[in-house]
């Protein structure tokens, strides 16, 4: 901040004060926290409320919260009945999707210091707290110390190798993607989003399987997942399916252009019939070519844009086995279905909004070319709507994966519903405040996340249209 | 003409050949999938339901619930003799009563979260956006679940409930506020308001556009102000149009008929939806001011406005334009958010459906709430355009 000061009526030049550049904490806090009386008034009250707060949180956390319920239903809470023996498989599909995004992270991304060291930091205070709980090994129960080694060490060593294994992974696949993106950059790229595409449906192989009980991958049923696992697999799944079939319903919904015929009522047209007609079929026209496929479309999406999923859910897991006359279909393939039908609206409207934000000249130069329209909207007009419409979609996915936890109630047992399931037992009845702010914290870190990474790809300018020059 | 229509014949195509034909076949194959589709899976839904003899038709609305509803604004709403209909009525009135009360407190917190948000107070910004984070990046039914366990369920109970100003009091069976009563007068105290609004408005108009034909000093806005609201006061003063009706606690908890009295699962939905609201509401004001260039802001300090008055009369009207259409989404995600009421136990649509499908078809239940929710919705939106119409700039 600087402060000039205007020189007085007709004072010399010299006697003009050089500004004042101030620097240093104490002036940090006088721009920041303290410019005015009202300011400052603030900034006590906030001081008082969010460091009561804060104070309240932590003495809770770390003195007397019982987390023995996370320790205790840990591989529950994370994988349902998955079985233990077959464990391995979704190791190997988290290392998969972790490397790969790393990957991606050292191609698109970049690695600031801050987050780095928030990495560090992170990963330190899992190593650190247990092995400070060996020293506090005998410390009287009822003390701090006590506390670390009795409740905080078990839950933190217990956290300490899946972080160490996913931050590792982070870190490996980081390293590679800068690897690969100086040797070279644009097939660093393309090679990276082929590997997502083959590697999402290669995880949903490794955790479901495909042979009988002997064989090499014995199938796990849908019903015996669960937890975190469940969650990922219902965003996942409904991610990859209602993309394709957005992309078709936006496609239809702008179809056949527009016209812009309007209607000139005459006076007191509503009592005229004849005009009724006059004005239906100016409506109709104003369709365009394809007015009975645009109509599909629009009554699609915007009737699934207009219920709450909650009902999705809960009619297609009523109605879906009379639908298809089979009363085998699992609740999870019907809260898949379910999923992707409703989330293919948004992301519809999403894809639409970027292919309305294309110039039209690029329409128009693709016809000029001699393009075919399905050529033009594959090669020309689709990417480019895409490309604008990344920062929307990742949004979208983000509320896709908070949505999984809607079908804890039709019965579910995804991470909240799971965590409802272990509530409910006796030994476990008054543990909420410990099991929800756990669940929470595990939805923030992988939301928080995926925006942190759409911000990146956005600053990156990957999410721009590409200038000329 | 008739030898030039020689020289140039119009070269004769086979009529498949035709763009319009191949349009017309397209739209009419993909319309004869969809209605195939749909017959097949009608039939399927039919001949399963009918296989179960669950009737699907609309008879049973007439039929007494067997349920009944505590939630409600008047005491016992639905009784168990009660019909279906009446049920969804019920509902439908809980619904609204949560969305409106959750709508303009979310928008209101949502406002001052998202002003803060960019306060030149550190401490302010930073709780600002410690609050957007966390109660974006969790699930709304998470949060519904911890504030109906850890806050809801830790309650007192209503003989030694926590007291709020007012007096209020807040225990396991609701929030008990003073509630205004009517008396006789009020009719002519309502009466007599909204007429001096009516000839303030007239007045404050007439003195401006005096002030802007001839330049003159007419105080428009003190006069027209004072006299909207200096007629209801004084009228309230002569008339005495309402008597305040305190809450009272009797032996066994709050007492009936005394002060407004509200289930506490219905403040925990609102409690819910205005939390999860806000955030976004919050993060889309943001937007909205910074959308605004940085000159109108400038130009307004070097005029000598005060930091309320620039952002109440010169960015605040601006980022309106932006900010309307995304809040029309927030509105409407608001509206079908309330059917995660039925997570902490109050009665509004969807969990009354819920509790209804466990005695009759789901098909018809599902057909009456979606029904509900969709119009919610139209109507919503359709409100918000009106709105967005006229807050967009007029281009001549």
Redesign the interface.
């Known amino acids: 901040m600087t402060t000039a000061i205007a020189p007085a009526e007709g004072a010399p030049a010299s006697q003009v004060k050089r500004p004042v550049i101030e620097r240093g904490v104490l002036a940090w806090l006088r721009r920041n926290l303290f410019r005015t009386p009202f300011d400052a008034a603030l900034t006590v009250i906030l001081v008082a409320v969010g460091g009561s707060l804060l104070a309240q949180f932590l003495e809770w956390s770390i003195a007397q919260a019982d987390w023995t319920v996370i320790t205790t239903n840990f591989r529950i809470l994370m994988q349902g009945t998955y079985p233990a023996e077959q464990g391995h498989r979704l190791g190997l599909s988290v290392v998969l999707i972790t490397l790969l995004a790393g990957v991606s992270w050292g191609i698109w991304g970049k690695l600031f210091r801050a987050t780095a060291f928030a990495f560090v930091g992170g990963v330190l205070i899992f190593v650190l707290v247990p092995l400070a709980a060996e020293s506090l090994a005998d410390s009287p129960r009822g003390t701090f110390g006590g506390y670390v080694s009795g409740q905080l060490a078990p839950l933190f060593s217990l956290l300490r190798d899946p972080v160490l294994l996913l931050v590792g992974c982070l870190l490996i696949g980081y390293g590679l993607g800068r690897f690969a993106k100086q040797i070279d950059r644009k097939r660093a790229g393309r090679y990276t989003l082929i590997a997502w595409f083959i590697s999402i449906p290669i995880c949903f192989v490794l955790v479901r399987g495909f042979s009988d009980a002997d064989g090499i991958l014995p199938v796990v049923p849908t019903s015996r997942w669960g937890g975190l696992l469940l969650t990922f697999m219902l965003a996942f799944v409904a991610i990859v399916a209602c993309f394709p079939l957005g992309i078709l319903l936006a496609l239809g919904r702008m179809s056949g252009g527009t016209r812009k015929l309007t209607f000139k009522a005459p006076p007191r047209w509503w009592l005229n019939p004849l005009q009724w007609l006059r004005a239906l079929s100016i409506w109709w026209r104003n369709l365009g070519n394809y007015p009975i496929i645009k109509l599909l479309c629009i009554i699609y999406i915007e009737f699934l844009r207009g219920v709450p999923l909650v009902t999705v859910f809960f009619t297609a897991n009523l109605i879906v086995p009379l639908a298809l006359g089979d009363n085998s279909i699992d609740a999870v393939v019907r809260a898949m279905v379910a999923l992707t039908l409703f989330e293919a609206a948004y992301i519809a409207e999403i894809v639409r909004g970027g292919l309305q934000a294309l110039p039209p000249g690029q329409l128009e130069a693709a016809k000029a070319l001699g393009l075919s329209p399905v050529q033009a909207t594959l090669f020309i007009t689709l990417p480019q709507a895409l490309r604008i419409a990344i920062p929307p979609l990742v949004g979208q996915f983000i509320t896709m994966f908070k949505d999984t936890s809607l079908v804890a109630i039709i019965g579910l047992t995804e991470l909240l519903g799971v965590s409802r399931a272990v509530l409910a037992q006796s030994e476990f009845i008054g543990r909420h405040r410990e099991l929800y702010v756990f669940v929470a914290i595990v939805y923030f870190v992988f939301s928080y996340g995926m925006s942190y990474a759409a911000r990146q790809l956005e600053r990156s300018g990957s999410g721009a249209i590409r200038k000329i020059g | 003409m008739a030898d030039l229509a020689k020289r140039f014949p119009v070269r004769r195509f086979a009529f498949w050949r035709d763009v319009r034909f191949l349009?017309g076949a397209?739209?009419?194959i993909?319309?004869a999938i969809?209605i195939g589709l749909a017959i097949w899976?009608?039939n399927?839904?039919n001949?399963?339901?009918a296989r179960a003899r669950i009737p699907t038709d609309f008879s049973f609305l007439a039929q007494p619930s067997g349920f009944q509803i505590d939630e409600g604004l008047v005491d016992q709403p639905h009784k168990r003799t009660d019909s279906y209909a009446n049920a969804f009525a019920v509902a439908l009135v809980n619904t609204l009563r949560a969305v409106l009360v959750s709508l303009v407190l979310a928008t209101l917190l949502g406002l001052f979260i998202g002003i803060a948000r960019l306060s030149?107070?550190?401490?302010?910004r930073t709780?600002a956006l410690a609050y957007i984070?966390?109660f974006?990046?969790?699930?709304?039914?998470?949060q519904l679940?911890?504030i109906f366990?850890?806050i809801l369920l830790t309650l007192p109970r209503a003989t030694e409930p926590i007291v709020l100003p007012g007096p209020s009091y807040l225990s396991s069976s609701g929030l008990a506020t003073p509630n205004l009563i009517p008396t006789e007068t009020s009719g002519w105290w309502v009466l007599l308001t909204a007429i001096g609004i009516g000839v303030g408005v007239a007045l404050w108009r007439r003195l401006r556009t005096i002030r802007l034909e001839t330049g003159r000093t007419t105080y428009a806005a003190e006069i027209g102000l004072s006299v909207m609201f200096g007629v209801g006061i004084l009228a309230w003063l002569i008339l005495q149009p309402f008597t305040v009706d305190f809450p009272a606690l009797g032996r066994f908890g709050y007492v009936r008929d005394r002060g407004a009295i509200v289930s506490a699962n219905f403040v925990a939905i609102v409690l819910g939806l205005v939390l999860y609201t806000s955030a976004f509401i919050a993060e889309i004001v943001r937007s909205g001011i910074q959308s605004v260039p940085i000159g109108q802001w400038e130009a307004a300090r070097a005029q000598g406005f005060t930091y309320g008055q620039i952002l109440r009369l010169i960015v605040l009207p601006q980022a309106l334009r932006v900010i309307i259409p995304p809040l029309t989404n927030q509105y409407?995600n608001l509206a079908?958010?309330s059917?995660?009421g039925?997570?902490v136990g109050f009665a509004e649509v969807?969990g009354v459906?819920?509790t209804m499908?466990q005695s009759v078809s789901?098909?018809p239940i599902?057909v009456i709430?979606?029904g509900i929710?969709?119009a919610l919705?139209?109507i919503t939106s359709a409100v918000m355009n009106v709105l967005n119409a006229r807050f967009q700039i007029k281009t001549r």
């Open positions: 349009r397209v739209q009419l993909v319309l969809v899976l009608i399927n839904v001949q399963g339901l030149t107070n550190f401490l302010a709780l984070e966390i974006q990046n969790t699930p709304l039914l998470l679940f911890f366990t850890s409407l079908k958010n059917s995660l039925a997570a969807f459906a819920r499908a789901v098909v599902m709430v979606m929710y969709l919705s139209l």
